[in-house]
């Protein structure tokens, strides 16, 4: 299943960050109002949006997710869609909403539907209630070879017009390896869904129109290629000199690397291409770290394995050129973007650093934490405002860690403390700024986090556009799972209604007997209300 975007870029985590990662993939559930929620008799909802659960049971190194809805104005019952042993494998929302071409931003984002895969095929769900079951509304594209969403081109204003790339499995019939390749994945009103596999040139970036935000073009390793079917691709590289990842992507803006380095990629209204290379980043393994309305930021990885360094550039987009904002020794292993800085948690031979880098000054980072890497881990994660959340584990090495969420603001002031904090990555936005890389402004995190894991532990939203938090409810523990572990994991989308689930971890296995379900309005305090039912 796919993690939950953590506005984070890898490269190379070691086992420490990798583990604590993983981890987070898991994240939170829990009870603040009980088994709560209606005791009238089943009426499926005609308003409202559901929200969806991702439901884990089997090794938590190879877990399988079933999907439910659960409806806020049913909040006891749980609607299945997909088994666990179908195993949901990714998933991804399809928004909609006001859209504001002056701005480059949309708003009032809602639910529209939830695509994902199952079974290496591609299905899609409605979360608008419109009093059928929703089951029953379920669409499938018929494929047996889908792995993973690769890029999500949604169109907010009309979004039966979505799209996705998704990988598939190759000849050898797995995913992840070298011979996987990509397929398109249309929405329609009438059809559902539409898949078609794609050749080796696939799309790398969605471009967007300039008015209207639309995705209207997809863009080629040599090509620009419009999606209305009567205009031409316009060629904008030879075959033999190919882009071959995209960095960062603005609407008509990217930045890209191809075997030559890095340069800027424009796009204009006509789909004409100006592109402007990078001297000072002539070299291959460029990580893309955001973007702002003015620039770019990228980091490097290089020299040796005895002797590693790192190296940071900002590159403005209009009038391409690059600036270094720092470069040390050791490996970067996550970097992240804020308002007007940067955060970078930096892996050395015997330290691991957690750094603040001014956007607007090079060479003045500070550093936030430092530590031995087989003792602490530190690092933090973005949002769309000016406060993120701060996640530090200690005592690594010991069998009683500790944890720590703080939200702090661009200054390092902390604003809000949260002992035995456990993050679990940010809820979906209800505004998206297309000029920006993240606009994702709640997180949610578990306080009280353990020995027992998420065991009576409390299932936190903060709002960090308005610096508040809101205890949903607490997670169930001693009175409903005993001495055992508890796993967990929250989902939340644009709007009020978000989900969850707990269960037993027993010997590394999740359990799938007596997993609860529930869900919360993440902007009131003890919302949380289990599900005691099933259509």
Known sequence: MKCPRLGLRSAGLGAVAAGLLLAACGGGGGDGGGSGGSTQPLVTPSSGTYAWVLRAEGRT?????????????????????????????????????????????????????????????????????????????????????????????????????????????????????????????????????????????????????????????????????????????????????????????????????????????????????????????????????????????????????????????????????????????????????GQDVLYATVLGSSTVQTLRLPKAVPNAFTTLDSGNPSAQFTTVITGGADVHLLWRVTGLNTGSPVYTVQMVNESGTALYTGTGGFSLGLADAGRVDFRRSESRSRFLFAENYGSRLFGDATLVVYDSAMRSATRVGQLPGNAEFGVDLVFANALAGPTAAAGGFAARSISGVVQASNARIFSFDPAVANSLRYTSRQP
């Open 61 to 337: 190194d190879a877990l399988r997710y079933a999907l439910s809805l659960v409806h806020p104005q049913d909040s006891a019952t749980e609607v299945p869609i997909e088994a666990a042993s179908a195993s949901v494998t990714d998933a991804r929302l399809v928004a909609t909403g006001t859209v504001d071409g002056a701005t480059q931003q949309s708003g009032a984002l809602e639910p529209h539907a939830l695509v994902y895969i199952v079974g290496g095929d591609v299905r899609r769900v409605p979360l608008r209630a419109n009093g059928q079951p929703p089951l029953s509304r379920v669409s499938r594209a018929g494929t047996s070879s889908a792995c993973r969403f690769v890029i999500d081109a949604v169109d907010h204003a009309n979004p039966e017009r979505s799209r996705f790339i998704v990988a598939t499995a190759g000849a050898d019939g797995q995913c992840g390896t070298a011979d996987d390749g990509r397929g398109e994945l249309r929405l329609d009103a009438t059809l559902g869904l539409v898949f078609a596999p794609l050749g080796t040139d696939a799309p790398l970036a969605v471009l967007r129109d300039g008015a209207t935000l639309a995705p209207a073009a997809w863009l080629l390793p040599t090509q620009v290629q419009p999606w209305a079917a009567a205009a031409g691709a316009v060629s904008f590289r030879s075959a033999n000199q190919p882009v071959q990842r995209v960095l960062q992507a603005a609407p008509r803006t990217l930045l890209v690397e191809s075997a030559n380095g890095v340069s800027v990629v424009e796009v204009g209204a006509d789909l004409r291409v100006t592109e402007t290379a990078i001297p000072s980043m002539a070299s291959t393994g460029w990580q893309g770290v955001g973007h702002d309305a003015t620039h770019f930021f990228a980091f490097r990885n290089g020299g040796t394995e005895a002797s590693p360094n790192w190296t940071l550039q900002r590159v403005s987009r209009s009038a391409p050129s690059a600036t270094t904002l720092a470069t040390a020794s050791g490996q970067v292993t996550l970097a992240s973007m």
